[in-house]
């Protein structure tokens, strides 16, 4: 990934800040004047409220704070008057504060404009969340080469009045790409969360999609796809509300209980100090609080004793029942293995390549897991294994699960509209087999692309020991980067666009995190336009052309 320098590392008041010298080129450029650096100054100071997702409001009391650092750490009274002179002469009221914001955003968003207009192509993760005033917002992420490297950007945020059905998304982000200037016809992958509007088959927002762009490959989060083949039912979701309601015993009958229950484990130096809830919404929950409530067991086991509630009897028995536990401990071990998995399909930077490799490394490892159970060894259950006496513990419900977990698996990685060959051969370009009809499925993939030439340059690329070890080296990413476009611009090309897919809407989701962080209880009356501003400033990776702006006369405004 691409990522711009940092704001914050440099000093709001060196010259050197605003030095003359255009970076951008080898040309020199004018001075800037006292009142063009002061408002440079006031750019930066808001660039970096922004990235820290802070209140307009703070910037008057950045420059209060500054003041009083002048005023303890400089001595000389004459250069103390004249560094805080230029401080107040530095524009932060709030009003200020968002007028700056809107022009940076702006900037921002042209350059990526300007990438986006020279890339080949682009791939599109979306999803849609409410904010704290239950207005829909439509996140809109693109990822593409940038012809240096591979970038993930927020797109746009845009707001969703009334209904979110497929075809007002559609309209949306259609309206959306027309007035940035933008060509639907260029995306190669659309990426939603698998809700009915994304996905229906007539006003589904991807077959809409398609009906514009034929070419286009829809998919379903694979990360949502991870979590929908865990579902439990049965005996063992049985055993999953009845550990989910003793814990909601515990921690929200009262205040006061839930104050004991912490005091106990206190009182018996227990390795946690509480038990966790379990949120359907948060995908990692229900593992952790599983792990927790096999790992304080018992010392739940003496809070129930103790308690004089006629619903601790009820629960005490349970825990006390060995089938109980072993069936608790087993889901814990499940859980752990499940949430590693999702924690490596999330993050930035991934493609749809990575996320399908570790889906069918989990393949084999359910393979693993079936056996370990069946031979009793149970070397990847260690919490199962500490609870049980005997292997005879060990149920049919346990296995059936993992049974399922690779029936549900297979059957959704098999049920990928995905090029498999070519992912091989992004992957390792020197071990693909020639012959075949690896350059048919390139063709499809990209028809612009010549299928005869392909070939040969799959055959030139195989022929070179160095590349291969660039390969071994740096990595798929930076292997394809640094391919020659001239040399071997067909097997690039194709190479670029299978790198440019998402897998997932891990970006989508982690921007409304941040979102509700800007659009918090204490800032809920700002507008969409202005979340959409503050939000691009905070996930960007690019960095605003500050002295051009200034030069260009965009930033004088009164203040």
């Given amino acids: 990934m691409c990522g711009g320098i940092m704001l914050r590392n440099t000093t ?23 009142q063009e650096r002061a408002t440079a100054a006031s750019l930066h100071v808001s660039w970096i409220l922004a990235k820290k997702k802070r209140p307009f409001t703070d910037s008057e009391t950045v420059k209060d704070c500054m003041l009083a650092v002048v005023d303890e750490v400089i001595n000389d009274d004459k250069i103390k008057m004249s560094v805080a002179s230029a401080i107040k002469n530095v524009p932060l009221s709030d009003t200020s504060n968002i007028r700056r914001v809107e022009i940076l955003a702006a900037d921002v968003y042209e350059t990526l404009l300007g990438d986006l207009m020279k890339a080949d192509t682009m791939s599109i993760a979306v999803d849609e969340s409410t904010d704290k005033t239950d207005t829909a917002q ?5 990822r593409f080469f940038d012809g240096k490297c591979f970038r993930e950007e927020l797109l ?37 969360d698998g809700a009915p509007s994304m996905t229906g088959k007539v006003n589904g927002l991807a077959a809409r999609w398609s009906a514009v762009a034929p070419q286009l490959i829809s998919l379903h989060c694979i990360v949502h796809q991870a979590v929908l083949c865990a579902k439990l039912s049965g005996a063992l979701k049985t055993t999953m509300d009845s550990v989910m309601a003793m814990i909601n015993f515990i921690r929200s009958t009262s205040s006061l209980q839930h104050r004991l229950f912490r005091m106990l484990l206190s009182e018996m130096s227990a390795e946690h100090h509480d038990l966790l809830l379990h949120n359907d919404v948060r995908w990692l ?15 739940i086991i003496t809070f129930l004793r103790g ?8 629960h005490l028995s349970r825990i006390l029942d060995d089938n109980f536990m072993a069936d608790a401990c087993f889901l814990s071990d499940i859980f752990k293995h499940l949430n590693d998995l999702n924690l490596g399909l999330q993050g930035r930077d991934k493609t749809v ?72 051969f992004v992957r390792d370009p020197f071990t693909v087999a020639i012959e075949g009809d690896l350059s048919a499925r390139a063709k499809k993939l990209v028809p612009s692309i010549d299928e005869g030439k392909f070939t040969l340059e799959l055959v030139d690329m195989q022929s070179s ?39 997932s809407t891990y970006t989508c989701e982690s ?8 659009k918090s209880n204490s800032r809920c009356s700002l507008t969409d336009h202005t979340l959409h501003q503050c939000l691009r400033i905070a996930l960007t990776t690019y960095e605003p052309k500050v002295t051009a702006l200034i030069q260009n006369k965009k930033c004088h405004f009164s203040h």
């Fill in 307 to 314: 308690s004089k509630q006629k619903k601790a009897e009820t």
């Fill in 156 to 192: 746009g945020l845009l707001p969703l009045e009334g209904h979110t059905t497929g075809d007002i998304v559609f309209g949306k982000i259609s309206a959306f790409f027309k007035d940035s200037g933008l060509d639907m016809k260029r995306v190669c992958m659309l990426v939603t």
């Fill in 138 to 142: 439509l996140c809109i992420y693109v």
């Fill in 511 to 518: 921007s409304f995190s941040h979102m509700n962080s800007i």
């Fill in 285 to 299: 929950s229900k593992g952790k609080a599983l792990e927790r409530f096999c790992g304080l067991r018992e010392e």
């Fill in 12 to 34: 709001l008041f060196a010259p050197i800040l605003f030095a003359s010298y255009n970076r951008s080129s080898t040309t020199m450029v004018r001075s800037l004047t006292a």
């Fill in 353 to 424: 390549i990575d996320l399908v490799e570790q889906m069918r490394a989990f393949q084999v490892k359910l393979d693993l897991f079936t056996n370990d159970l069946s031979t009793g060894r149970m070397l990847h259950f260690p919490t199962l294994r500490k609870c049980i006496s005997s292997p005879a513990q060990i149920t049919d419900v346990m296995t059936d699960f993992i049974a399922m977990l690779k029936n549900n698996f297979a059957g959704r990685l098999d049920g990928l509209d995905l090029p498999t060959e070519l992912a091989v």
């Fill in 465 to 503: 020991v160095t590349m291969a070890q660039e390969l071994s080296t740096n990595g798929p990413a930076m292997f394809w980067t640094d391919v020659n476009a001239h040399q071997f611009p067909n097997i690039k090309k194709v190479a670029i666009v299978m790198l440019s897919m998402f897998g």
